[in-house]
């Protein structure tokens, strides 16, 4: 069945420092891909997404590329903020049609000033 | 909008006990779903409905119920609360067609299993 992995955290950066999450898919079909972030307390927020292969998604300078060919959703920003603080879920949605989303098992990221 | 609320934020059951999670949103959304997070896990999916009347089993249904009577509620229960229900639950809505549509989560419900 369809399934997303995650690199595991924590990851910890120091304020301004590069961030990559890594994110690959299994997947039947052509799934939409998506980056949830989960706050602390809070729920899941989208934060970007890519609807077909070589799409980019982008939000809050964070960024992701749709690689078919790596089956790959990459998370990357090019400076972190104290803010940024936050598990980050990488998520495709069910090529079924159905609407089901199947999630990674998320990524904390802490970001010290 | 409120978009999709939850209720209760916290509850502590007894091994045994029954319950129910309410979950409402006010977008006219088809599409409902509830969703377990455990730590290390990520989100699994509990059950879905895509519409008032329609439901169906996700990933790990055993131990919870649902109906969908109208489109705006989605209530999910359970029937003997366990231990290995401990966890955050949220709830989830989206238009129907089409699977890139954003999903919007609810706050969530911490349940705590004892």
């Known amino acids: 069945g369809d399934s997303v992995t995650q690199m595991e955290g924590p990851v910890t950066l120091s304020e301004e420092a590069f961030l990559t999450i890594n994110c690959t898919y299994t997947?039947?079909?052509?799934?939409?891909l998506f980056w949830y972030v989960q706050y602390p307390g809070e729920g899941l927020q989208l934060l970007l997404k890519a609807t077909k292969a070589d799409d980019k998604g982008s939000n809050k300078g964070f960024e992701a590329t749709y690689r078919k060919e790596t089956t790959s959703f990459h998370l990357e920003k090019g400076s972190v903020q104290v803010s940024d603080s936050a598990v980050y879920f990488c998520?495709?949605?069910?090529?079924?049609?159905?609407?089901?989303?199947?999630f990674g098992q998320g990524t904390t990221l802490q970001v010290k000033p | 909008n409120a978009g999709v609320t939850q209720t209760p934020k916290f509850q502590v059951l007894k091994t045994g006990q029954s319950m129910t999670l309410q979950c409402a949103q006010d977008?006219?959304?088809?599409?409902m779903s509830w969703y377990r997070q455990d730590p290390g896990m990520g989100l699994r999916l509990i059950h879905y409905s895509v519409g008032a009347g329609i439901t169906d089993q996700g990933e790990v249904p055993n131990g919870y119920n649902v109906s969908r009577s109208t489109t705006e509620d989605f209530p999910l229960r359970l029937l003997s609360a366990a231990p290995s229900q401990t966890s955050v639950y949220f709830c989830a809505s989206r238009q129907t067609s089409g699977n890139s549509y954003e999903q919007y989560f609810g706050p969530g419900t911490r349940l705590t299993v004892t």
């Open positions: 998520a495709l949605s069910d090529s079924s049609n159905t609407g089901k989303l199947i």
């Open positions: 977008m006219n959304h088809e599409y």
């Open positions: 997947a039947t079909g052509y799934p939409s």
